[in-house]
């Protein structure tokens, strides 16, 4: 898989704290066998009214964040039940980012495994990202994954922990799997000396 340092793009102010996993998938759209079509039931409920109307109100539907590839959120952004089913949604409309103040431990491990960048900042940070997404829909905002830095349309510099095991992953692609299959080489020669000491352990 391609090697991911830079994600750069327009970014989508959503200002909604506690967002969780049932608002981002609704229910309806989990009754699939696959991951297609996830994109048209994002946020669905914010996007559409009780008739199926687009809402002229909701920032999703707004030509000017058309193309958005960074979305900006509140704190506790994917709280709720596990629903990979969110994170799918969030790739396949086209977000490749989601800033925010904090996140739900399981929708941030859902993410990165699928190599959805989850970036943590202070909230004096995403308030300001969010002002300038407010006020001049279209700006670009850089994030180096290598550097681990996102720099705003403005200039400004905001620096974002993220562990090194996750920053691989997301940089290379990487799902659990594939660090443990590149670990395969030492789990083998681990149990070769494990073995080698105590062989009664070894089913045969």
């Known amino acids: 898989m391609t090697r991911l340092t830079t994600i750069q793009g327009s970014a989508l102010p959503l ?25 048209d039931g994002l946020l669905y409920d914010l996007r559409f009214d009780a008739r199926g109307a687009p809402r002229a109100d909701c920032v999703l539907n707004q030509s000017a964040y058309e193309n958005a590839r960074i979305l900006i959120g509140g704190a506790n952004f994917g709280c709720g039940s596990s629903r990979e ?30 190599r959805l960048l ?11 990202l969010m002002h300038e997404a407010i ?7 850089a994030i180096d994954l290598e550097q681990q830095m996102v720099r ?17 992953m997301v940089i290379e692609g990487m799902d ?3 660090l443990t299959l590149d ?12 073995f080698a000491r105590h062989p009664w352990a ?3």
């Open 152 to 168: 705003s349309a403005s200039g400004e510099r905001y620096a974002y922990p993220l562990g090194a095991r996750h920053k691989r």
């Open 85 to 114: 089913h969110a994170v799918w949604g969030l790739q396949q409309y086209g977000f490749q980012a989601v800033l925010a103040p904090s996140f739900a431990e399981i929708f941030y491990s859902n993410a990165m495994n699928n």
């Open 15 to 39: 200002p909604i704290d506690n967002l969780d996993t049932d608002q981002i998938m609704p229910k309806q759209f989990l009754r699939i066998i696959d991951k297609a079509g996830l994109a």
């Open 118 to 128: 989850l970036v943590q900042l202070e909230r004096d940070a995403i308030d300001a």
């Open 135 to 141: 006020e001049t829909p279209g700006a670009s905002i």
């Open 202 to 204: 070894q089913v045969m």
């Open 176 to 178: 659990t799997v594939d």
């Open 183 to 194: 670990s395969l080489a030492a789990i083998e020669a681990f149990e070769q000396k494990h």
